[in-house]
């Protein structure tokens, strides 16, 4: 089955610094989307992308983040300014046709800790 | 707002056990369920989905769940689990129409299942 791809694994990083999160969606794929997970909590939706724009945000998608896809394969996701509450796991996912009924596929996450 | 609760954060069971997963839902409106797994170092691969019919919906390793209205409810079941299963499980639900920041995948916390011989 085709994988989601994130760079890195692990990332450690000052707070104040900014991160660059990478993910490689699925070729055909036309959506993307980023999820985070703090420890304990559940998974939270921050944002959705088509077509080289924002589709949809949560609150927690301020600022301090954007998103991109700089060439026809990567996507993502920046902290501007990383603060201790932004450590979690960040999940990218993509999709064919972004309907609701359709299945999400995920990379493995990147690990964000923020010191 | 639609939330998803997982009440049960971890399940240790022994191999060959019937396990079940438990969880509800909160929604207004209709809602696609789903059930996702994270085995170690992967990414949430979809398990099962109910997206209408059948309440009772079946994945390719055995797992079921069973969509309950009433209850507002959507359980993981299996009757006999393998060491294999140890894994994290995600319920989440998505409006079935959508818009604005009410359109993406709501999961619930997760439920740790540590498989033992």
């Known amino acids: 089955e085709p994988e989601v791809t994130q760079t890195p694994s692990h990332q450690v990083t000052q707070m104040g610094q900014e991160v660059i999160l990478r993910c490689v969606p699925i070729s055909n794929h036309l959506y993307f989307y980023w999820y985070r997970q703090i420890l304990g909590q559940k998974v939270e939706f921050l944002v959705s992308f088509y077509n080289n724009e924002i589709s949809e945000k949560s609150e927690i998608f301020d600022d301090q983040f954007s998103v991109e896809r700089p060439d026809g394969s990567n996507f993502t996701l920046k902290i501007r300014s990383t603060k201790l509450e932004d450590s979690a796991m960040y999940f990218c996912?993509?999709?064919?046709?972004?309907?609701?009924?359709?299945?999400?596929?995920f990379g493995s996450g990147t690990q964000l800790s923020v010191l | 707002a639609q939330s998803v609760t997982q009440l049960d954060s971890q399940v240790p069971v022994f191999e060959e056990a019937p396990v079940e997963l438990r969880c509800n839902y909160s929604s207004s409106v209709s809602v696609y369920l789903f059930w996702y797994v994270q085995y170690p170092n992967q990414g949430l691969q979809l398990l099962l989905k109910y997206l209408s019919g059948s309440t009772l919906v079946e994945s390719i390793n055995g797992f079921e769940a069973e969509f309950n209205k009433s209850q507002t409810s959507f359980h993981l079941r299996k009757p006999s689990v393998h060491i294999s299963d140890t894994a994290e499980y995600f319920c989440?639900?998505?409006?079935?129409?959508?818009?604005?920041?009410?359109?993406?995948?709501?999961f619930g916390k997760g439920t740790k299942l540590s498989v033992k011989p």
């Open positions: 989440a639900v998505r409006l079935q129409n959508y818009g604005g920041s009410q359109g993406n995948l709501i």
């Open positions: 996912a993509s999709s064919e046709a972004g309907l609701p009924s359709e299945k999400l596929f």
